[in-house]
Structures are given as structure tokens and as C-alpha cells.
């Protein structure tokens, strides 16, 4: 993981003569400015996110969504803190939470009988709490304080206030499970949770239906996520580097992604397919866990890389480097200069589309791959491509300014979203790699301690609004047919390495200068050579 944020982090973004993930000095057909480290521009508006709770509805406390808590004025309102609760070690300014001792939050955490946490803090909060402990100290924490202080553990208790307090609890558990779900792929999590859950159904058959309920979606979800990482490792242990294929079975490979997609429109529309399903596996924890360091006033723990599970988020990463040098692969390869040159165009009516689409991932992915220094130093072929549609993309992605262009426009696909008719109007892929970069940097330059020792809860707002907004675009259902042949080949199709596609390209334009030529030799010898 830390060689992974080193590479994303360390470098900057796609520029022309530069591999995806990595800065190159190397030959450039026209120059993009690097990004500047500067925080995102928070959209103002965020899109409701409704409960999936199968608990009845007319016994839960009704929590505004988060169009409603996360807007642009600042932090959450509270609106269902009672009195006692400014005080205690909770820290509030303007009726907003801004900071209090880690203790005092996790009892904000858990209902009682004239209380509800709104829905808003319970998302922040467990997003961000792992940041000093781990989830299944949190929920044994809760489980404590439910039981305890709700005397659920008493036979003798009054029944009364259980029936008033369970649907609370039950309401607590069944949204951490649904917005959280990975968490209890540890055997402690659901532990925790089943005994709990055991508690509050004793007394009532409609309770249990509902415990039972979301247990089995949880249970779902999770055998789902272990399919897909399957499905991932299966592609993963298949791939093969193109130039190897190419010499043992050259037949194999004759076919290109126009023989297999002619028409930019659909191959648009299937690496949709392939970024909303990969981004809805994406845990909204992952972006927390991708930079998760020491408490400092933890002082019995070593290190937090136990908690550092991001095989999802580092797998769409790799997803955009593999379309990359797809695209590097599939242009350098053919022999003729006016095949190369259809080729550039074809992958630039695809970007075209992913930007009426609102898939902005593909898209700069394909513009990386196009700007790649063996793509972008074919002089000869760019001369034979009308360039003005890549010139109005290449504007649209520009990284000066911190990206203002693409914010734009990034801001303008979700206030579509917002108002959508139809499933596609409702497609917003951010580029996630800038995403990324913009939690990091987040996350970098406030602190997660007050002096006091007090949770920077002021911070963690800021976190959980960019946060809970990809989780609003990860949700939406592709509207397009999916075409397995297609998919198939964008998975599987050998690609290039960077060497490899350094030779491709000196042996279908030549060497211009003797730094080129020595290279041409070297990597004839060493690629051409090997068995």
C-alpha cells in the first residue's frame, strides 16, 4: 500500500510524454501543466441518499438525508441533539459540532430512549473512528453501552422502554451495516453484532424479522464482495504482457478493439459498465484506511496496517493504468501510419462520449494513454489526425489551475444528476485519482487531534461530505446493455509494457536523436532477444 500511494501521491498527474502514474521527462507532442496540491472545490449540493433499512418505518426515528445535513454553509446541524448533549467533552459552535474527546463522540454514537443520532454523524463518525480504533472496538463499545445502559441485559427490565429503545438500536446496527458492510468481514464485528442483535429480538417476532433480514443482506453483500475479488484475481493471474504473446502465438492477437467494437459509441458505454461496477465495490472506509497513521495518543499500538484494506480502491486504480496503456497499446501497434491514425480518432470519439456520459475516469485515462511518450512522439502519425475534438478534451482536463475545467465540469454532471429523468443523466465517474488526491491532501493539512486531545469533528465534516457524495454516484445502475465479447477483451487483451511500447513505437517511426536510437537498441536486444 505505501509503495501504491507513493506512486499516486508522489507524482504528478497524466501529462503529455508521461506514463499514467508516474512523471516522464521524455519527448512530448504539446505540454500540460502538473497539478497543483490544492484542496477540491466541495460541490454544494449532494444528493439524498435515502435508507435501505427493512426495519418499520414508523418506528424509527426519521434522520434528514444528507442533501439536507451536508450543505454548503458548513457542519451538521444536530437537529436530534438533546440538551445534555453540549456538554459532557462535545464541543459546539453555532449549534454545529466541532471537536470533542473520543469518548464523549462514541456516546453521541448510541440512541436511547428520547434519542437519535441524525444520520449524517453516524456516517462521519464511523467513518472517520477508524481512525483511532479499530471498528470491532467500536462496536464492542457499543454493544457495552446499549446493553449496559439500556439494560437490555436485565430479564427484569421494563419492557416498555425496550420496545422504545430497540427499534433505535436496531435502526444503528442495520444503517452501519449497510454503509459499512466490509467492516464485519471480521469474525469479531459480527460476533459483536449477532449478540446484540439477539438481544433486541428476544422479546419481539417483529424485531427478530427484521434482525434476521439484515442479517441475511449483510451476509449477501459480503459473499458478493468475495465473488468479485475472485473475478479480479482470476483477470489479474491471466494477464499477460502483449510483446510475449506476440512472439509465441503472433496469430492470436491479430485482432485490434475496432474489429471487436467498430463503433466508439458502444466501447463508451462498456467501460461505463466496467467503472460503475468496479466503483460500487469501493467502501466508503477505503478512502480513510488509504492514509491511516498512528493515533499519537495511542500509545499500546504499534502500526494501523492491519486496518490498511484497500484491495478495492487500489484495484480501480490499476483498472485506470490498464485502459492506459490499452489504449498506448492499440495505436502503437499497427503497422501503417494511416491505421495508427484511425485508431487516435477512434479512441477520441470514445473520450468524446464518456464526457457526454459523465464518465470522466475513462475519459482521462484515455487522454493519459494518448499522451504517453510513444504515442505522443509518432510525429508523422498526429500529422494525419484531425485533432481538433482531442484539443477541446485535452482543454476540458487540464490540470492548471487545479483542474478549475474539469470541476466545471464535474460540477455541472452532478447538478444533472441531481435532476435526472433518466438513468443516464444520472451518471456522474469522477477521475478518481484526483479524487484520491484531494482526500489525501485533505487529510494531510488539518490535524485529527486538538491540542486539547479533542476529535478535530470540524475536519471530519469536511471528509465525510466529499466522502458520502462518491457514494451517492457509486450507487447508480448502469442503463446500458453490456456486451460480454467486448468486456472480454477490454479484461483480458494483452497490453504493452512501457518498454515494449517504447520498441513499437521507434520501429514504426525511427529513432530522431542518438539518446533515441541507443534506447531502440537496448530495448531490441533485451525485449526482442528474450524468450
Known sequence: MAKFLAKLLGCTLPSKGASPMCESKSHSRVGLKSSTKQKTTILSTLASEKSLSDCKKESMPQTPPFSAMFDSS???????????????????????????????????????????????????????????????????????????????????????????????????????????????????????????????????????????????????????????????????????????????????????IITVCSDPYTLAQQLTHIELERLNYIGPEEFVQAFVQKDPLDNDKSCYSERKKTRNLEAYVEWFNRLSYLVATEICMPVKKKHRAR????????????????????????????????????KKTWAKVKTAKFDVLEHQMDPSSNFYNYRTALRGAAQRSLTAHSSREKIVIPFFSL???????????????????????????????????????????????????????????????????YLASYESEGPENHIEKDRWKSLRSSLLGRV
Open 74 to 256: 458548513g457542519y451538521n446541524r444536530n437537529l436530534y441533539q438533546s440538551a445534555e448533549d453540549s456538554c459532557g467533552g462535545l464541543y459546539y459552535h453555532d449549534n454545529n459540532l466541532l471537536s470533542g474527546s473520543l469518548e464523549a463522540l462514541i456516546q453521541h454514537l448510541v440512541p436511547n430512549v428520547d434519542y437519535y443520532p441524525d444520520r449524517t454523524y453516524i456516517f462521519t463518525f464511523l467513518l472517520s473512528s477508524r481512525l483511532f480504533m479499530h471498528p470491532y472496538e467500536l462496536m464492542a463499545k457499543v454493544c457495552h453501552l446499549c446493553v449496559e445502559h439500556q439494560r437490555l441485559s436485565d430479564p427484569s427490565g421494563d419492557k416498555n422502554q425496550i420496545r422504545k429503545i430497540a427499534p433505535k438500536i436496531l435502526q444503528l446496527l442495520t444503517e452501519w451495516t449497510e454503509t459499512f458492510p466490509y467492516d464485519f468481514r471480521d469474525e469479531r464485528m459480527m460476533r459483536n453484532l449477532k449478540d446484540l442483535a439477539h438481544r433486541i429480538a428476544s422479546g419481539e417476532e417483529t424485531y427478530r424479522k427484521n434482525v434476521q433480514q439484515m442479517i441475511q443482506c449483510l451476509i449477501r453483500k459480503l459473499a458478493a464482495l468475495s465473488q468479485y475479488e475472485e473475478v479480479l484475481a482470476k483477470i489479474s493471474s491471466t494477464s499477460t504482457d502483449r510483446l510475449t504473446v506476440l512472439k509465441t502465438k503472433p496469430q492470436s492477437i491479430q485482432r485490434d
Open 343 to 378: 485508431m487516435i480518432e477512434y479512441f477520441i470519439d470514445v473520450a468524446r462520449e464518456c464526457f457526454n456520459i459523465g464518465n470522466f475516469n475513462s475519459l482521462m485515462a484515455i487522454i493519459s494513454g494518448m499522451n504517453m511518450s510513444p504515442v505522443s512522439r509518432l
Open 435 to 501: 479524487l484520491i488526491k484531494d482526500i489525501y491532501f485533505l487529510n494531510e493539512g488539518c490535524a485529527n487531534r486538538l491540542p486539547n486531545g479533542h476529535v478535530n469533528f470540524e475536519k471530519f465534516w469536511e471528509l465525510a461530505k466529499q466522502v458520502s457524495e462518491f457514494m451517492t454516484w457509486k450507487q447508480v445502475e448502469c442503463p446500458f446493455e453490456r456486451d460480454r465479447k467486448i468486456l472480454q477483451y477490454l479484461f483480458t487483451v494483452p497490453v504493452f509494457s512501457e518498454d515494449a511500447l
